[in-house]
């Protein structure tokens, strides 16, 4: 009996009726980079709305038939869309694309009938990571608040935010940075700079001096000298900032002690112990900005000089916005007792009281340990973008650029013939965001070279970037 030519099995079924997204998959590289290589152009698929939500995506063995790859390559690819929140796997249907993911718009500039909207060049400072996985948690720990909100949301609420906030972030500070608190000292702000500005306004007076490291965070420095304080620069070598220069009659003194913004330097023991001994002897404030302690990538965290203080001197800062996103709003300030009160009447004629639902979301995700399982993400995260700017750079016999162990940032030493403005320009050319490290110089004569960042940018574009940035600076 003959066979009949136009029966076909099983599979070929499944392959005629579903889209052959695999002709839109770039050709892949050789065995051993296919998987991340496959992730990503899925990912990338499903981000821009090419692969719709809720979507059934090829089996594996189809989809590996298409690209020609091994099925387990596939298969993995899967796993890593399922493991951050992109993909589902149903029991006996197959793997869906999630129904709620986060899309990302073209990296082109967006025109709107008034605005023009441009995302910012691989390299730009203060870019956090978009973690699917967590903008779907949090997505879903709002809904959950919103579908049965308590009183909290509908009256105005204690100026320092709300306790089940500060008691988590008091837990927390205690346990990862050795922070001594209780959740009555914790103010919940909308950023460091939030932060800076209370301070300023309940302990300093226009005219009072400030020592502030230099060089120094420009936003910061904007800070103090908008309020009319007398600013004045603490030089930093690698020791941190040297106290032993502070002028006499300082009513505080500002540093990043964990992680020296922009020079990435760790302040010594000696120069903690120095510091908060002034602090003691002066009746002087420190102000601690602890910004982006979480991004160690070798050895434990550092504690924070607050919780080595026993006078009661240091005002410690810090922030959600550069381990979660800056759009959330939400940061805090641990604030001694002699400036609490005058620091929660100041916040209640300003803006009354944090946003509670966005508190109440934070709370949820710091308490059901989703807080944690996003830090080692983002983490391994930084630490590949990292490796992969250095890597880039590194093609330029001109630059030198040393491999940071915390942090979202690094700093490229230039050849003295050639100014940082200058390379500026030449990195904008290339497609890389870079800040001149001169423009955050204070009092003393400001140090050359180049401030860029590694966060919130994947790995391979930022090496292209920076591959092109090297070539292009190599001639000069």
Not at 68 to 90: D, Q
Not at 288 to 309: H, I, T, V
């Amino acid at each position: 009996m003959p066979l009949d030519r136009k029966s076909t099995n099983p599979d070929q079924k499944i392959r005629a009726n579903l889209p052959d997204w695999s002709s839109l998959i770039p050709v892949l590289p050789a065995a051993g980079k296919r998987t991340p290589a496959l992730y990503r152009e899925l990912r990338r698929l499903i981000e821009a709305g090419t692969i719709p939500a809720g979507s059934k995506l090829p089996p594996s063995r189809d989809l590996a038939g298409r690209l020609k790859i091994a099925r387990g390559s596939v298969v993995a690819a899967f796993e890593t869309l399922i493991a951050e929140g992109y993909a589902v796997a149903r029991t006996g249907a197959g793997t869906f694309v999630a129904d709620r993911v986060p899309v990302v718009k073209s990296a082109l500039p967006v025109e709107t009938e008034n605005t023009e909207a441009k995302m910012p060049l691989p390299g730009t400072l203060g870019v956090a990571m978009a973690d699917a996985r967590t903008l779907n948690l949090f997505r879903t720990l709002l809904a959950r608040h919103l579908a049965r909100p308590g009183p909290e949301h509908f009256y105005y609420g204690d100026p320092r935010g709300g306790a089940a906030l500060r008691q988590a972030v008091a837990a927390y500070l205690r346990q990862a940075r050795g922070v001594r608190c209780e959740a009555r000292s914790i103010v919940i702000t909308t950023g460091t700079q939030q932060g800076i500005d209370l301070v300023i306004r309940s302990a300093l007076r226009p005219g009072d001096r400030v020592m502030v490291e230099d060089p120094c965070y420009p936003s910061a420095r904007a800070a103090f000298a908008g309020a009319g304080l007398d600013l004045s620069g603490l030089a930093v070598d690698a020791e941190g900032a040297d106290i032993s220069l502070a002028t006499a009659g300082a009513r505080a003194v500002y540093v990043t002690p964990s992680h020296q913004f922009p020079l990435g330097v760790t302040m010594s023991m000696r120069r903690r112990l120095a510091l908060i001994d002034w602090a003691r002897e002066t009746g002087g404030w420190i102000i601690e900005d602890d910004y982006d302690s979480e991004f160690r990538f070798a050895g434990p965290p550092l504690a924070a000089m607050q919780g080595m203080d026993d006078s009661g001197r240091v005002i410690y800062l810090g922030t959600f916005s550069k381990v979660l996103f800056p759009g959330l709003r939400l940061g805090y300030a641990v604030i001694p007792d002699p400036l609490l009160e005058t620091i929660m009447a100041l916040r209640s004629r300003t803006d009354r009281s944090p946003p509670t639902l966005a508190e109440a979301a934070l709370t949820d995700l710091l308490r059901e340990g989703h807080f944690a399982a996003h830090l080692r993400r983002a983490r391994r995260h930084a630490q590949a973008a990292r490796d992969a700017l250095v890597a880039g750079l590194s093609a330029a016999k001109n630059l030198s650029v040393g491999v940071p162990d915390q942090g979202l940032h690094l700093v490229a030493g230039l050849p003295d013939s050639l100014a940082d403005t200058a390379a500026v320009e030449i990195a904008r050319g290339a497609g890389l965001g870079v800040r001149a490290l001169s423009s955050m110089a204070v009092t003393n004569p400001p140090r050359q070279g180049l401030v860029i960042g590694f966060s919130g940018f994947a790995p391979e574009v930022l090496h292209a970037a920076a591959t092109r940035f090297a070539t292009a600076i190599s001639g000069n």
